[in-house]
């Protein structure tokens, strides 16, 4: 009875790559701490700044944005996630538990919350998921830095570059610029620039 009730909650679990693996005893073990499932709406924040990590929180479906404040006061697009992907790995673990950008919903999200002690109960109990964790933090230290050293160069077309060294392509020059922190206008005349001095070329509507 106690699976039947839990059988949408199992389904979301099994979405995460993360819990995938998990064994139907140690998802219901997880289950059985405080959880709860929430809908945002486009513009909701989900997590801000400084904000307390009390609870594990999976995005299940929706996509949501990272978001910082430049320098100039201007807000900084860190990082868009899809679903289904973990939101705040990083801050729940670390040694003040705040969490350090701005998550904002850019569509319709379900997001599912379970508790930090049921979630540090799993890491204890499942060796191969505290690898995997230590393996995500990681990787998302690496791409901070990448993300850094590409906000820290001055030249626009250097900042292009750096990006296209870490996703590849160019698919949506708004949201490239916003994550650039940069203007839409001046990035599309540079990647335009880049182009006709043969440094990118455009293959199926993307730069590359």
Do not use: W
């Amino acid at each position: 009875m106690e699976r039947l009730h839990y059988r949408y909650e199992m389904e979301d679990l099994r979405s995460i790559p993360l819990f995938a693996n998990c064994s139907e005893t140690e998802l219901m073990e997880l289950l059985g701490h405080p959880h709860k499932r929430h809908i945002y709406r486009l513009g909701d924040v989900i997590m801000a700044r400084n904000d307390r990590c009390q609870s594990l929180l999976l995005l299940i479906s929706g996509k949501v944005s990272l978001h910082v404040a430049g320098g100039n006061g201007k807000c900084l697009v860190v990082k868009r996630i899809t679903s289904p992907q973990i939101l705040n790995l990083s801050c729940l673990l670390n040694s003040n538990q705040k969490v350090t950008v701005d998550c904002v919903a850019d569509d319709e999200c379900c997001v599912l919350s379970i508790s930090r002690q049921g979630f540090m109960g799993l890491l204890m109990l499942n060796s191969n998921v505290s690898i995997c964790v230590a393996r995500m933090v990681a990787d998302q230290n690496r791409f901070l830095v990448g993300k850094i050293k590409t906000l820290a160069t001055e030249n626009l077309e250097e900042r292009v570059v750096e990006y296209l060294k870490s996703d590849g392509a160019i698919r949506n020059i708004r949201a490239v610029a916003d994550m650039l922190g940069v203007a839409r206008p001046s990035l599309s005349r540079t990647v335009n620039a880049m182009i006709r001095n043969g440094l990118l070329k455009r293959v199926d509507g993307k730069a590359v």
